[in-house]
């Protein structure tokens, strides 16, 4: 396969993962209230997502390393498509344990894809010499947002979230089949350290670590949104849920332009200098969006938390994968400290949310914007590392 090939199936491979979540996270309300969950009971449930993905992912960079990212992104994928099935089932019939471990197949099956197509978009980007990563990301943010427009859709027709996310995981499994047959072949490996000692060793990394801080940061502050935008809308600005999709809608639409552009900024300003920029607008959404002036200002909030939280992570996935020989690894040493995000977020913003209400829960995102600034000096390329005058 060319390597131009192997760019678009990557960018399909993005958006298809990004379909997969926003099919069923914009439905979040419908998912809380099928399975009558309290907001702290909704964010224990997320805990099977994100702990089973933090649980996962320190095993994704050896099996990425074993099997290569074709066959890793393929095995990620279905386990995915397997917990979207589980999830269905389980808001249809009220089960919170069936839904629990649809969660958990999802969240496993995507560290693995997660890893995979970032090591994957790595070396395309390496092979074409050109700054692709945030529009990969890009891809999964187009994904989120085509998911978000049919759920906002689905939800204003009356449609099932079951239906939707039934008829969302059979497109995904459909598409992963044969998206994958254009990867790049897999080299052979020349390292002669078993995976273990790589892993141990990429554990023990400053700069691996403060790249894992920054993806934890971002990762938080990007995850909230995703999470309890939607709800937030909801029970903060009592919208109807139609109206709480458009508003997730709206951020993740922001963090597609976020990334289709930013690669402009990166290559102009360099990693450090986009991240701070992107942390300030972050900011400046978040506090538009507990404000409670109303639905229109929560709408531009979006649209500037959206923007905010665009490069973090295709940032630190670059700044992880630097050195080809060992990217897999590091990716998932950085993804796993960043993938805690994901583990404390939606439980901690939940029992928030019990006593303080959602909005108020939402202000301890100003904490993660912090991590991601504390670690931002890492983001910068090895060789710039060699010469420090770099602005990148």
């Known amino acids: 396969m060319t390597d131009e090939n192997a760019k678009v199936a990557v960018g399909v491979t993005f958006a298809t993962n990004g379909l997969a979540f926003g099919g069923w996270l914009a439905r979040a309300p419908a998912i809380r209230d099928d399975l009558s969950l309290s907001p702290a009971g909704f964010g224990l449930l ?27 992104v393929l095995a990620g994928s279905m386990s995915v498509v397997l917990g979207l099935v589980g999830l269905g089932i389980g808001a249809a019939a009220g089960a919170v344990p ?68 039934l008829a969302t995981a059979a497109l995904a499994g459909v598409i992963m089949v044969r998206t994958v047959r254009s990867f790049l072949p897999v080299p052979p490996s020349h390292e002669a350290e078993g995976p273990r000692g790589r892993v141990r060793d990429a554990w023990r990394e400053p700069r691996t670590l403060l790249i894992g801080v920054i993806m934890l940061g971002f990762g938080f502050t990007e995850g909230a949104a995703n999470d309890w935008l939607a709800i937030g809308l909801v029970d903060g600005y009592h919208a109807t849920e139609a109206v709480g999709a458009i508003g997730f809608g709206f951020f993740v639409t922001a963090m597609t332009l976020g990334r289709l552009f930013g690669g402009t900024a990166i290559e102009r300003w360099g990693r450090v200098v986009t991240l701070r920029l992107t942390a ?20 531009v909030g979006a649209l500037l938390w959206g923007a905010g939280a665009s490069l973090g992570f295709p940032i630190g996935m670059s700044a992880a994968a630097d050195d ?27 029992l928030l949310a019990q006593h303080f209400g959602v909005l108020r829960a939402l202000c301890v995102v100003v904490a993660a914007i912090g991590l991601g600034l504390l670690g931002s000096g890492a983001a910068r390329p090895l060789g710039d590392l060699i010469a420090p005058g770099s602005r990148r």
């Not at 997320?46 to 890793?72: E, F, N």
């Not at 390496?126 to 187009?142: E, Q």
């Not at 040493?333 to 939940?350: D, E, R, W």
């Open 46 to 72: 997320l805990l099977c997502l994100s702990g089973a993905a933090v649980a996962a992912i320190p095993l994704a960079g050896p099996i990425v390393q074993r099997y290569g990212p074709a066959r890793s």
């Open 98 to 165: 069936v839904a629990a471990v649809g969660l958990v197949l999802i969240g496993m099956g995507n560290s693995t894809w997660d890893v995979a197509m970032n090591v994957e978009g790595a070396d395309v980007e390496r092979r074409l010499g050109r700054t692709l990563m945030p529009r990969f990301h890009a891809g999964f943010s187009l994904g989120t947002v085509a998911g978000a427009g049919v759920s906002a859709a689905a939800a204003a027709a009356g449609v099932s979230v079951t239906a939707q996310v």
């Open 280 to 299: 300030a607008s972050a900011f400046a959404g978040l506090l538009l969006v507990v404000s409670g002036i109303g639905v229109p200002a929560v709408l």
């Open 324 to 350: 080809p020989l060992r990217a897999a690894i590091r990716v998932s040493v950085a993804g796993s400290v960043g993938y805690g995000a994901f583990l404390a977020g939606p439980p901690l913003i939940g």
